[in-house]
């Protein structure tokens, strides 16, 4: 495989990671947040810093940086986690804003608008590759297990969730602490992806991808959020025989889309991964075929 595709999925799988922190947050429990790049700056700067400042390991500095970023998720879910919807999303975008503005205003430990430069190239698709797997498997049993149907509960009806006995702000509490994770997580990788960061790279208009991803896929498939990564995060590169047209035909697709699958692409449909379902699965199709056929040569014969 050439550099040129295999950074490209690189960049793919880190974005996937990120994504399925907004996933559980915003498809999974209902809360629509644009902290989501905060977070992802936290783990790029705090873990550049702790492996290029402090001499730690790189992957001490990612543990460090998801760490830090699940301390600051605490005090910023503690804060916001009780606010309704719509303020719920305008916090998380002050958040996300502060985060940024910070890593200007302290441009003696981040380097200001100029960024972190001569960060080591330690991440490579394998690594990425592996932890995106553990990642969706983590996300895809969350949702399968009781921690998934009481964030549906939450998300569906939090007054009715509170009456069956859920505690709605600590659950909440738990998956904006895994999603900050998750963050931080794409973060660091990102900034050991790239070797150079900047504050820029995490703006507004990176959360918007991040939701954009999460709705074209659908809200309640994990299938669909993984696909609508993936297919979203190449396309441009594959359009690049557009050349100016390109984004145009880029928010085109994504428009019409929405449009016509107000659900997503996949809707409530989740692709299975366990291969006994899928053995399962491919023995029912064989053997409907062969009823199928069954039944019209008994017309045949009949006739």
């Not at 730690?56 to 879910?77: D, E, H, R, T």
């Not at 719920?88 to 910070?102: P, S």
């Not at 200001?112 to 001569?118: A, C, D, E, V, W």
Request: glycine share 8%.
């Amino acid at each position: 495989m050439s550099a040129f595709y295999s950074s490209m999925l690189t960049f793919a799988g880190i974005n996937l990671i990120a994504v399925l922190g907004v996933y559980l947050l915003i498809g999974l429990t209902g809360l629509f947040s644009f902290g989501q790049v905060g977070f992802m700056a936290i783990g790029a700067y705090i873990s550049s810093i702790a492996c290029l400042q402090w001499g730690l390991p790189f992957w001490a500095g990612i543990l460090i940086s998801v760490a830090f970023a699940l301390i600051v998720g605490l005090f910023i879910g503690a804060i916001t986690l009780k606010l309704r919807t719509d303020y719920f999303a305008l916090a998380t975008y002050g958040f996300a804003e502060v985060v940024k503005t910070a890593l200007i205003y302290f441009s003696d430990i981040t380097g200001g608008s100029m960024g972190i430069f001569g960060i080591p190239t330690l991440v490579n698709l394998p690594v990425v590759a592996v932890i995106a797997v553990i990642c969706i498997m983590i996300c895809a049993n969350f949702k399968k297990l009781k921690f998934g149907r009481n964030s549906l509960a939450v998300r569906n009806d939090p007054l009715a969730a509170e009456i069956m006995g859920i505690n709605t702000f600590a659950h909440k509490m738990k998956v904006f602490l895994l999603s900050a994770a998750l963050g931080a997580l794409s973060g660091a990788l990102l900034a050991f992806s790239t070797s150079y960061i900047e504050p820029e790279m995490f703006n507004w208009s990176k959360s918007v991808e991040l939701i954009i991803i999460v709705f074209f896929g659908g809200l309640n498939s994990l299938s669909g959020a993984v696909f609508a990564t993936l297919f979203l995060s190449l396309l441009p590169e594959l359009l690049r025989f557009g050349s100016e047209w390109r984004m145009v035909l880029f928010t085109f697709i994504i428009i019409v889309t929405i449009i016509f699958k107000p659900t997503g692409l996949f809707g409530y449909y989740e692709i299975p991964l366990n291969p006994v379902t899928i053995a399962k699965k491919i023995r029912s199709y064989v053997k409907k075929i062969r009823v199928d056929r069954s039944a019209k040569r008994g017309e045949r014969d009949a006739r």
